[in-house]
Nanobody, 121 residues
């Protein structure tokens, strides 16, 4: 059974930083792409970032390019999302996902429970 456990969310002021972590179990971590999605209140879930199984390819939604960085440590079965220069519009529940690589991670097939990120002004 695949399990994804996010951590690192919280309340931060505009311009601040947070680092989300997601530890995976139940499948061979290094064989799958990993990524992050988010869902703001009243909005649909949207793609944020994806990283290939070996870490050589990454892609981001335009609104976070230059501010967010996705990375992974295959020795720890963990993917990270470093979020800098946070804005109020980044407020959402952030979900970790695992699956097959595509530029917007349409191949995600397992999801975590989510972690809340709130950016206050």
């Amino acid at each position: 059974q695949v399990q994804l456990a996010e951590s690192g969310g919280g309340l931060v002021q505009v311009g601040g930083s947070l680092r989300l972590s997601c530890e995976a179990s139940g499948r061979t971590f290094s064989s799958y792409a990993m990524g992050w999605f988010r869902q703001a209140p009243g909005k649909e879930r949207e793609f944020v970032a994806v990283i290939s199984s070996g870490g050589g390819m990454r892609n981001y939604v335009d609104s976070v390019k230059g501010r967010f960085t996705i990375s992974r440590d295959n020795t720890k079965n963990t993917v990270y999302l470093q979020m800098n220069s946070l804005k109020p519009e980044d407020t959402a529940v952030y979900y970790c996902a695992s699956g097959r690589w595509s530029v917007k991670f349409a191949g995600a097939d397992y999801w975590g429970q989510g972690t809340q990120v709130t950016v206050s002004s």
